[in-house]
């Protein structure tokens, strides 16, 4: 086992087109949860990205032999999510779901406990991030939570990097005023 | 409502100033906006592992089906022989006297071929033309590079080309004059008033679009 | 953490290099060259160097040449669908930027380009290409967009049923499907736009919804929990 767990993605991708399918289980615990964080912020709940990143796996699978550069499995295997975090807000948006509760219940606004408010000012930034849309969202979480810089999210997206930084600043005024009894 | 930042204050968001450099007067206001943003939770996310078990189990349920196993076509090389059924309504009299049907002898190469070919047998029912060619973006619009033959003696006109892999404008040229698009076919305006036909060629065979 | 992002830039680069503004001239002379008139040539050759010194495909240019000059159409029509076409791959080529791919193929210019003189807007034809990838040719699904816009269906309806098929997994062959299953209800009756939509409801979708990736356009993305 030692061995295989050394060989690369794309010596794996290769295996598993071969036949060796069992392998894939190795692509699927090594990046199962890379972009678990992502989709968690995206789709605004846990289930939400647990469904959304299976979907991804099984997607990937289904198209692997597609796969043009299997050494870059996992770059191929985000755009795969992404494109399903957009298509899910798509079906949330079309089914006038309400937005999910974060982890952390809403504090009443004169506890003294620290720890609490930070815990209560985190799931409300989280729903308010939710209530931004999802191209504003998007930028935020890969910039605020993944950290990236703005010329990464703009090989991402597509975007260049002034409309990012344009949407980056209305998403800033936007999370101010969703925030305003927090600050 | 509370006004928008100041665009110094969004730039400090941004990484691109440090709260130091902002002018005195925003420092509350760039303390804030830090304050706001510093409450995102950046915890790494762990999915359950029961992910795993639901992804393989899905995996091995479609390696299992027959039906569901065209992830291999890409991998293993087949000769195969697809003929598409003939739609019915091609053949409705109402139909103008030319209809043309694309049928497809699909071969494909070995995957580690960077030839990627599928034979595609044109089809045009003109009865009384005296000449029939096909001319389209695979054989440079040559009218004279693809000529049909009959097939029979119901006016069926009949050629195999070999086409790449990809989408080809093409039109059928009677008797060396009349331009003709597949009729059945939902055709494309070609700029010059006239009409042109589509067929896309996959490596699993050509549809006409 | 920084590796993984970066890749995806690299799957979206095409092998593809730009051609030569010079080569791509001398090219459109000898493909050309008895084949179209001396003034179609030299005014070909000239948006062929414009387009290829802008990074587009000339093979495209030199196609419809050929097209028009074949199909006896006068030379001034045949330079003005030229020089439309370079703009139309221009225009595309923005789009699929738009989408997120970085340097699109010529065959999925020549989609886009296809598509937009269809009627599709460059908003619809960068919606497809962001949801195409990477799974699908943006090329195919472009044709097929354009194909059920030419048999009648509205360019909005026809692109949403495509996103649909796309989100639902569908295989190719199952998307090159559609304007065949189209033209199938049309002969049973229905109208282009009915046809889609029926095609549209058993795909599971609900009804008309907002595309997403207007720019600037704030609108809640959920109902607001006072």
């Known amino acids: 086992m030692a061995s295989k767990d050394a060989a690369t993605d794309g010596e794996i991708v290769r295996a598993v087109l071969a036949g060796d399918v069992e392998r894939y289980a190795l692509l699927v615990e090594r990046h199962r949860d890379r972009y678990a964080r992502y989709a ?42 992404r494109n399903r975090c957009f298509a899910e807000h798509r079906r949330y948006e079309r089914e006038a779901r309400l937005p999910e509760e ?82 | 409502m509370k006004k928008p930042y100041h665009d110094l204050v969004k730039r400090l ?26 409450a995102v939770d950046r915890t790494p996310v762990t999915l359950s592992p029961a992910v795993t078990s639901r992804v393989m189990a899905t995996v091995r349920e479609r390696t299992r089906s027959p039906a569901r196993r065209a992830w291999r076509w890409l991998v293993t090389p087949r000769n195969v022989e697809v003929r598409f059924r003939i739609r019915p309504w091609l053949v409705a009299p109402a ?52 000529p049909l033959i009959p097939a ?25 004059r009349r331009w003709v698009a597949d009729p059945a076919a939902p055709a494309i305006d070609d700029g010059f008033g006239r009409r042109n036909s589509v067929v896309a060629v996959t490596r699993q065979g050509a549809r006409t679009l | 953490m920084s590796a993984p992002w970066l ?22 002379a000898a493909r050309l060259e008895g084949r179209a008139p001396a003034a179609v040539v ?45 703009a139309r791959l221009d225009e595309a080529r923005t789009a699929l930027r738009d989408a997120g791919i970085a340097t699109p193929e010529p065959e999925a210019l020549e989609g886009g380009a296809y598509a937009l003189s269809a009627g599709l807007s460059a908003d619809q034809v960068r919606d497809l290409g962001r949801v195409s990838r990477p799974l699908y040719d943006p090329a ?35 998307l090159l499907d559609l304007p065949g299953e189209v033209q199938a209800s049309m002969a049973r009756g229905a109208s282009a736009a009915q046809a889609a939509e029926a095609l549209d409801i058993d795909e599971g979708a609900l009804g008309q919804h907002g595309s997403h990736g207007e720019e600037g356009r704030e609108h809640q993305a959920r109902p607001h929990r006072p």
């Open chain 1, 40 to 81: 968690v912020k995206m789709l605004g709940s846990h289930d939400a990205a647990e469904d959304a990143v299976q979907d991804a796996l099984v997607r990937a699978f289904d198209h692997l032999g597609e796969c043009r550069e299997p050494e870059k499995f996992a770059g191929w295997l985000f755009l795969i999510l």
């Open chain 1, 102 to 183: 974060a982890a952390g219940s809403v504090a009443a606004p004169d506890r003294s406990d620290g720890a609490m408010e930070r815990r209560e000012r985190a799931g409300a930034l989280h729903r308010a991030v939710q209530e931004l849309t999802p191209e504003q969202r998007e930028v935020v979480v890969l910039k605020h939570v993944e950290e990236l810089p703005y010329e990464e999210i703009a090989q991402i997206t597509g975007a260049t990097v002034a409309s990012l930084k344009m949407r980056m600043h209305r998403a800033y005024d936007r999370l101010r005023e969703l925030m305003k009894e927090h600050v």
């Open chain 2, 13 to 38: 968001l941004d990484g691109e100033l440090r709260l130091a450099e902002l002018p005195p007067d925003l420092r509350a206001e760039g303390e804030e906006a830090l304050r706001l943003l510093g």
């Open chain 2, 95 to 146: 139909l103008a006297a030319a209809a043309a049907l694309v049928l497809v002898l699909a071969r494909p190469q070995t995957p580690v071929s960077s030839t990627n070919v599928v034979f595609v047998r044109f089809m045009l029912h003109a009865p009384g033309a005296k000449s029939v060619t096909v001319a389209g973006t695979f054989n440079q619009w040559d009218q004279n590079a693809a």
């Open chain 2, 152 to 176: 029979g003696t119901d006016g069926v006109w009949t050629t195999t080309l070999a086409l790449p892999v990809g989408q080809h404008q093409y039109a059928f040229v009677v008797d060396g």
């Open chain 3, 7 to 28: 890749t995806v830039a690299m799957v979206a680069v095409a092998a593809h290099l730009p051609t030569r503004s010079a080569l791509a001239s001398q090219d459109v």
């Open chain 3, 42 to 86: 030299k005014a070909v050759q000239t948006i062929a160097q414009d387009a290829a010194a802008r990074g587009l495909p000339v093979e495209p240019l030199i196609q419809k040449t050929l097209e028009g000059s074949a199909k006896g159409v006068p030379a001034e029509r045949v330079v003005a669908a030229v020089r439309l076409l370079a």
């Open chain 3, 140 to 174: 195919l699904t472009l044709h097929i967009a354009a194909t059920l816009t030419a048999l009648g269906v509205p360019a909005r309806q026809g692109v949403q049923l495509l996103l649909h098929m796309i989100q639902a997994g569908r295989t190719s062959n199952e």
